[in-house]
Every structure is written in structure tokens, then in C-alpha cells.
């Protein structure tokens, strides 16, 4: 029987360790496979991010996910460059503080101001569950294709649908209220197996904060705790949403009455909401056709 030497076993054993080191390969090519990999020099690069213009976040999968321009490339180079190098710290500067000069050549400030709204319909979970999966798609398609439309007549975005909801964005809080008025009544002339479905939404004004093509922040959460108030139907806003269009002096253009929601008797504190935020029925002018359709007892819901 053959017995190892103990050169021999040294031998073999440093071949091993010497195949798990990464090779490197010499000269200015080298050097720059290592640096592309330092990670101080990446670490260096993401606080000189945070000092250039635009967003120094950009290039994550949030910041990532919308269309067009530089937003469009940052997506790329997150799919496609390596995640801890050098050369994507790099290529996202470059792309953030493009998105950032784009922005304000445009004019148009990052976080402006939009106006936000909120949809959804009362008692559709608990209806479904009775009428069924095809009654249940009926109902959404058509409610879908008479609220739309008002919405975007008016120069609405319809951000996402959340199943019997919908989020959309607007620049004007006075066209965003006469538009949802409009998708309101229409919603009233829906029926579907005898059952005809009521809409709630709700309005607020402030600057979200856009991500792709998404808007998330304080505010958007705001808007959909304004929406939940209009607990049996209609319409709720917001103060700074009505502060905006009395300013304008849209109220009387509109043809619409407000009236300040009251607070519920030993109800919780609502959750997500500043404690100094004011909310507003908005009852619907006798032209739009939606008066009768107004529930005066919703306003002590």
C-alpha cells in the first residue's frame, strides 16, 4: 500500500487552497475589477450621492419603477449593473442628478402639489359574498366604465385600481372635486341584478411623494382615511382641498355646499389622520343630478 508523503500531502492541500482564492488578473484591468469592488470606495460614493441634487435613493426598486427618462435608465441600470460596485454607484449619480436638472428645466418641483382621491364601494365585500363571482365582475367592469371616465374627462390619472377602488392624482382640487361628483352619480345609475352599488370617496390636497409611477406618503395615506369618513357613501374633502378651491373661488362655480363633518360620538381616534385635520361633506348641486342621491344622515356617521 502506497503511503502519502507528507510533502506530498502539503503539495495537494496548498493546490486546493490556492484554486479557492479568486484569480486576479494583473495590470490596469485588474486594478479596476478590485476598485469596482472596494467597499470603501463604494461606500465613499454613496455619501457623495447624498450631497448631489435629485433624489440619492434613486436607483432603488421604489425609486426605479416608474416610466419614462431618467427614471426609465435607473431602472435598467438596476437590473442590469452589479449591485455592490463602483460602476452602479457611478451610473446612478450620474442618472440622479439628470432626473434632478430634467425636474428643474421643466419647472416642476419633485414633490408639488397634487391632489389626491380615493374610491371604493360601500358594502361590496359583504354583497359579493352573496352574489357571486359573476355578478361580483359585472358589477366592477361596469362601475369601472361609467366612473372612469369623469375622472379622466376632467384630466384625471388614474393611478391604480384596488379591486372595487381607485386612486387617482389630479392638479386642480377644484376640477378633482367636479369630476369625482361626476363619478359619483354615474356610479347611482349602475345596476347589477337588481342591486345598484354607492360610491364613497375622499379628497386631499398635499404633496406626495412620487415614486415611479406610484405616489406614496403622508398624504396619500391621509386621503384614504378621508375617504373611509364617507362611511355610508358621498363625498368627504379634506380643509386644505376646500382652502384651495375657495381660494380660487371655485365653490360657487361648482354649485356645491360643504358642511363639516362631526366628530363620532365615543368613536376612536382615527388612526393615520393629524389631529388638526378638518373634514367636509360635499353635497352635490341639483344640475349634476346627484342631490337626491345625497345621504343627509352620512353626515353624522
Same mark, same amino acid.
Given at each position: 500500500?502506497?503511503?502519502?508523503?507528507?510533502?506530498?500531502?502539503?503539495?495537494?492541500?496548498?493546490?486546493?487552497?490556492?484554486?479557492?482564492?479568486?484569480?486576479?488578473?494583473?495590470?490596469?484591468?485588474?486594478? =479596476?475589477?478590485?476598485?469596482?469592488?472596494?467597499?470603501?470606495? =463604494?461606500?465613499?460614493?454613496?455619501?457623495?450621492?447624498?450631497?448631489?441634487?435629485?433624489?440619492? *435613493?434613486?436607483?432603488?426598486?421604489?425609486?426605479?419603477?416608474?416610466?419614462?427618462?431618467?427614471?426609465?435608465?435607473?431602472?435598467?441600470?438596476?437590473?442590469?449593473?452589479?449591485?455592490?460596485?463602483?460602476?452602479? *454607484?457611478?451610473?446612478?449619480?450620474? +442618472?440622479?442628478?439628470?432626473?434632478?436638472?430634467?425636474?428643474?428645466?421643466?419647472?416642476?418641483?419633485?414633490?408639488?402639489?397634487?391632489?389626491?382621491?380615493?374610491?371604493?364601494?360601500?358594502?361590496?365585500?359583504? %354583497?359579493?359574498?352573496?352574489?357571486?363571482?359573476?355578478?361580483? +365582475?359585472?358589477?366592477?367592469?361596469?362601475?369601472?366604465?361609467?366612473?372612469?371616465?369623469?375622472?379622466?374627462? *376632467?384630466?384625471?390619472? =388614474?393611478?391604480?385600481?384596488?379591486?372595487?377602488?381607485?386612486?387617482?392624482?389630479?392638479?386642480?382640487?377644484?376640477?378633482?372635486?367636479?369630476?369625482?361628483?361626476?363619478?359619483?352619480?354615474?356610479?347611482?345609475?349602475?345596476?347589477?341584478?337588481?342591486?345598484?352599488?354607492?360610491?364613497?370617496?375622499? =379628497?386631499?390636497?398635499?404633496?406626495?411623494?412620487?415614486?415611479?409611477?406610484? %405616489? +406614496?406618503?403622508?398624504?396619500?395615506?391621509?386621503? /384614504?382615511?378621508?375617504?373611509?369618513?364617507?362611511? @355610508?357613501?358621498g363625498l368627504v374633502i379634506s380643509h386644505?382641498?376646500?382652502? @384651495?378651491?375657495?381660494?380660487?373661488?371655485?365653490?360657487?362655480?361648482?354649485?356645491?355646499?360643504?358642511?363639516?363633518?362631526?366628530?363620532?360620538?365615543?368613536?376612536?381616534?382615527?388612526?393615520?389622520?393629524? *389631529?388638526?385635520?378638518?373634514?367636509?361633506?360635499?353635497?352635490?348641486?341639483?344640475?349634476?343630478?346627484?342631490?337626491?342621491?345625497?345621504?343627509?344622515? /352620512?353626515?353624522?356617521?
Amino acid at each position: 500500500m502506497d503511503v502519502e508523503s507528507f510533502d506530498e500531502r502539503s503539495a495537494r492541500t496548498g493546490e486546493v487552497e490556492r484554486s479557492e482564492v479568486p484569480y486576479r488578473q494583473p495590470g490596469p484591468l485588474g486594478w =479596476i475589477t478590485a476598485t469596482n469592488h472596494n467597499a470603501s470606495v =463604494i461606500a465613499m460614493l454613496r455619501r457623495v450621492r447624498r450631497a448631489l441634487p435629485g433624489d440619492p *435613493e434613486f436607483g432603488d426598486p421604489l425609486s426605479a419603477a416608474g416610466e419614462g427618462g431618467p427614471r426609465a435608465a435607473a431602472r435598467a441600470a438596476d437590473r442590469l449593473l452589479e449591485r455592490e460596485a463602483v460602476s452602479r *454607484e457611478v451610473s446612478l449619480g450620474a +442618472l440622479q442628478v439628470w432626473q434632478a436638472l430634467t425636474e428643474r428645466v421643466s419647472g416642476r418641483p419633485a414633490n408639488r402639489e397634487m391632489t389626491l382621491v380615493f374610491t371604493d364601494l360601500v358594502g361590496f365585500s359583504a %354583497w359579493s359574498l352573496s352574489a357571486g363571482d359573476d355578478a361580483t +365582475l359585472r358589477l366592477l367592469r361596469r362601475v369601472a366604465q361609467v366612473m372612469e371616465p369623469p375622472l379622466l374627462a *376632467e384630466g384625471g390619472h =388614474i393611478v391604480k385600481r384596488m379591486g372595487d377602488g381607485a386612486m387617482a392624482v389630479f392638479g386642480d382640487p377644484a376640477t378633482a372635486v367636479r369630476a369625482v361628483l361626476r363619478a359619483l352619480d354615474a356610479v347611482g345609475t349602475v345596476e347589477v341584478d337588481g342591486y345598484t352599488p354607492r360610491m364613497r370617496a375622499g =379628497i386631499h390636497t398635499g404633496h406626495p411623494q412620487r415614486i415611479g409611477s406610484d %405616489w +406614496l406618503g403622508v398624504d396619500v395615506n391621509i386621503a /384614504a382615511r378621508v375617504m373611509e369618513r364617507a362611511t @355610508r357613501g358621498g363625498l368627504v374633502i379634506s380643509h386644505p382641498t376646500l382652502e @384651495r378651491v375657495t381660494e380660487n373661488g371655485a365653490l360657487d362655480e361648482l354649485g356645491v355646499t360643504v358642511k363639516k363633518v362631526r366628530k363620532q360620538l365615543f368613536a376612536a381616534k382615527p388612526s393615520g389622520v393629524p *389631529e388638526d385635520l378638518h373634514m367636509y361633506w360635499v353635497k352635490p348641486a341639483p344640475q349634476l343630478g346627484g342631490a337626491d342621491r345625497f345621504d343627509a344622515d /352620512a353626515e353624522g356617521a
